[in-house]
């Protein structure tokens, strides 16, 4: 067989074989998915021709297919010199019907609305907005996606290394002859990571080789890719506890899960998991577990490192809004920088559906009477504030049905405010919170529980709340009042903080119920004349300051109140500050760039992972006492007090991702393990780098901790790939509360700088948490 690249033209048989060898790809990858002989897969398969939209004149053919691995989509030109390119269905975000996207909006017209539809990428790669020559293809096309998208999604870790593998293995074979030559074997080994000698790779392909043909065909891919996938570690582990005729009995399994794993536990669970697990029917009917069956319930979700049970609401929702953690974002509009960057409606989606909870909107006077949002004294566009409420509206609650509060920072004329308040109460109706809850006037918030689907404003107000009940409220439509709170545009004027007359429109002013924004002078001041619905906003700097100097008093304070945190107005590359020290200090809405991929966004992702990632996070028992003596830098003997000694065995790694593309390019793997919480807590450590080998590396080191704080604590695993010549580049990560460990050996699942998962990669570790002495 030859590995050349040019291909002699094909014969008739050889076209029909080829045609015969891609519909067999076709049946295994449709197979795989679920999705034999689906319609909405075969019209993905056969493909259409779309308009790319990019300008009002600039409209051209593009023909959409999905490839033979069914997971790739092909876009190709119409142009005479053709030109093509190609995306992986799994960087799709979603798929949306409609003229939503903004350059859908300003480039076509009304009319189309049904034949339009857009691809939105995760990262920053920009939508593809495409238009179809009908409503029913046009929909046709976002069903099928979508249907494609949920069913790759769902695939368990095992298939999707299969599939994964199996499509690695179609590229190297140049020549689609459904053979591997020796050439081939060591390309197919770099796209999966793994760099071999020479010597070594030539072993290896003459070890499967078994017919000595000088390729490899068939039962010998096979028996390749079970040499590629075989794991010595869990061979190991299952042989200690297969004490049936070589494999695990349900007393077997029952002992590992008790032992091992450090579950609470029965008989019949153990039954359960091989009924559920267990590939070979034989084995199944004499409820024993394979070695297969055993690396299948390992690599299910329940039995990774995060306790299923956190993944759903399980923490007590009826406390007061201000005993939680909230998700919240900072300059929400923003798609980049703060100087120049886009804003879009897209950015709102995006963080909703993240999982936050508060968003910010930056509202100036727009043209045509319409307001419009974006970074004030700045290049960055805008985008109107109509707009961004009925997207906010749309996809509020898709990710949690707990409320939304939205943040405003008010630059707007009184006519212009006017057009906000109609806005919000048009378009959001009854689900805006415009009196407090329940009778009379409230002594305390009401929980995320009673405000479900709901929306909450936070901005300046007239009047005190309890002059509504007192019926003192001005009766003019426009009132000057004094402004005693941070400045209007938290960057950039913050000379102007002095007292000043401000023009509010009552109907705005109203609106504002539980989240009155007030400018903080002290903790005294604060106790003494402020009402628990009047909230301050503090720059990075001061609320660090406060969180190290006087960190018991701030967290007695947001014990009866909301604190807003939001970054330095320096950060004009919207970097991000750690949000750790403020939620030590018990600060609810501490808000950070959502657009920007960094180390404090993973952190945030991390610590809101849990409790169904509702968006809240309810605040440890001594952070929600009036009269806690909690100080997370002095340290002070109490309940928060829980010394525990963390055991991490780092075992192995599984097809970790390439950091450059280039396919000679081979990962030289790295493990840190960090732990984020109070001082006392923090710390990093790391296992040496192992070379060239990226698809399954083997470490089996160990690493100890100490966590005092336990309730606060976070651990971040991160992979990198090592460089003794310039600093490590990222590979993935994952971080997770440190009350959501699940003990002994578990998969860690691993994403990307964006925060999506990568679907084949992880990590192999054992954990063990006990009492220090």
Known sequence: MS?????????????????????????????????????????LLQGGDLLKVLSPSWKKTRNLKLQEDCKTMWCESKKTFKSSQTFPVSNI??????????????????????????ILFKGRRKNLDLMACSEEEANCWVRSLEKLISSLNNLNRQQTTEHW?????????????????????????????IELDDDYAEMLFKKCDKSKSGYLAGEEIEYFYNLLTHREEIDVIYGEYAKTTGFMSTRNLLDFLMKEQREKTTLADAEKIIEKYEPDEHAKAKKLLSIDGFLMFLHNPEAMILNPDHKEVYQDMEQPLNHYFISSSHNTYLMEDQLKGPSDTEAYIRALLKGCRCVELDCWDGSDDEPVIYHGYTLTSKILFKDVIKAIKEYAFKASDYPVILSLENH?????????????????????????????????????????????????????????????AAEAENTDVTEEEESNNEDEQEEKKSKKNLTLAKELSNMVIYCKSVHFHSFKDARKNQSFYEMA???????????????????????????????????????????????????????????TVCTEMDVNQGRFLVNGKSGYILKPAYMRDGATEFDPITLT???????KVLHIMIISGQQLPKVKKKISSIVDPLVKVQIYGVPADVAEKEISPVWNNGFNPTWNEN?????????????????????????????????????????GYRHVPLLNKNGDLLPSAGLFVHIMVVDAE
């Not at 008739?12 to 002989?37: F, P």
């Not at 704080?709 to 651990?715: I, S």
């Open 703 to 743: 690493l100890q901790f100490d966590v005092y704080v336990p309730e606060l604590a976070l651990v971040r695993f991160l992979i990198e790939d090592h460089d003794s010549m310039s600093d490590n580049e990222f590979v993935g990560q994952f971080t997770l509360p440190f009350n959501s460990l699940q003990m």
């Open 537 to 595: 906003s503090f720059k990075e700097g001061k609320a660090m300051n406060l969180a190290e100097e006087s960190a018991n008093a701030y967290i007695c304070h947001n014990v009866e109140k909301l604190s807003r945190i939001y970054p330095a107005g320096s950060r004009t590359d919207s970097s991000n500050y750690n949000p750790v020290p403020l939620w030590n200090a018990g600060c609810q809405i501490v808000a950070l760039n959502f657009q």
């Open 637 to 643: 003997r109490g309940e928060w007090l829980q010394h």
């Open 412 to 472: 707007c004329s009184v006519e212009q405010q006017s057009v906000m308040a109609q806005h919000m109460s048009s378009i959001l109706g009854n689900a805006l919170v415009t009196t407090p809850l329940g009778d009379g006037m409230p002594t305390n918030f009401p929980s995320p529980e009673e405000l479900k689907g709901k929306f909450l404003i936070k901005g300046k107000r007239l009047n005190k709340l309890e002059d509504s009940f007192a019926d003192a």
């Open 3 to 43: 590995c050349v690249r040019r291909q002699p033209k094909r014969s008739k048989s050889e076209e029909l074989l080829h045609h015969a060898s891609s519909q067999r790809v076709i049946q295994t990858n449709t197979k795989l998915l679920g999705m034999e002989g689906d319609p909405d897969l075969q019209f």
């Open 165 to 193: 593998i199996f499509s690695c293995l179609r590229k190297a074979d140049k020549n689609k002859d459904d053979k591997l030559c020796q050439p081939e074997m060591k390309s197919f080994l770099q796209m999966i990571n």
């Open 93 to 118: 975000s979603a798929v949306r019907l409609g003229r939503q996207s903004k350059g859908l909006k300003k480039n076509t017209e009304e009319h189309v609305e049904g034949r339009c539809f857009s």
